[in-house]
């Protein structure tokens, strides 16, 4: 499988921003799609924001993020970022990076792919 590496959570205020960033270690077929998810304290895993590696296609937010928050990707570093703007305290999460051989695989959940050890968001109001 493909070791998915986090960086750049932290502790910002309500209104301010921050840059998720995920590094793969390879390019595989079995993690063409990758994006993040975020898991609340006290609430399950959800996908917010997804996009296929190597194309930058498919691109995918969810509502509660969507307009505020941007995914990019470097298929040549192998990497994905998150660029979150105007950040709530809602946004406060452990965010997750994913990847799955297919969008559809990846929205129902990335169950069969690869994941990285999470990277604390904390937004405060």
């Known amino acids: 499988q493909v070791q998915l590496v986090e960086s750049g959570g932290g502790s910002v205020q309500a209104g301010g921003s921050l840059r998720l960033s995920c590094a793969a270690s390879?390019?595989?077929?079995?993690?063409?799609?990758m994006g993040w998810f975020r898991q609340a304290p006290g609430k399950e895993r959800v996908a917010i924001a997804g996009?296929?590696?190597?194309?930058?296609?498919?691109?995918w937010y969810a509502d509660s993020v969507q307009g505020r928050f941007t995914i990019s990707q470097d298929n040549a570093k192998n990497m994905v970022y998150l660029q979150m703007n105007s950040l709530k305290p809602d946004d406060t999460a452990m965010y997750y990076c994913a990847a799955d051989q297919t969008r559809i695989h990846w929205l129902e959940g990335a169950s069969h792919g690869s994941w990285g050890q999470g990277t604390q968001v904390t937004v405060s109001s």
């Open positions: 996009m296929y590696l190597l194309t930058g296609a498919g691109i």
């Open positions: 390879r390019y595989s077929d079995s993690s063409k799609f």
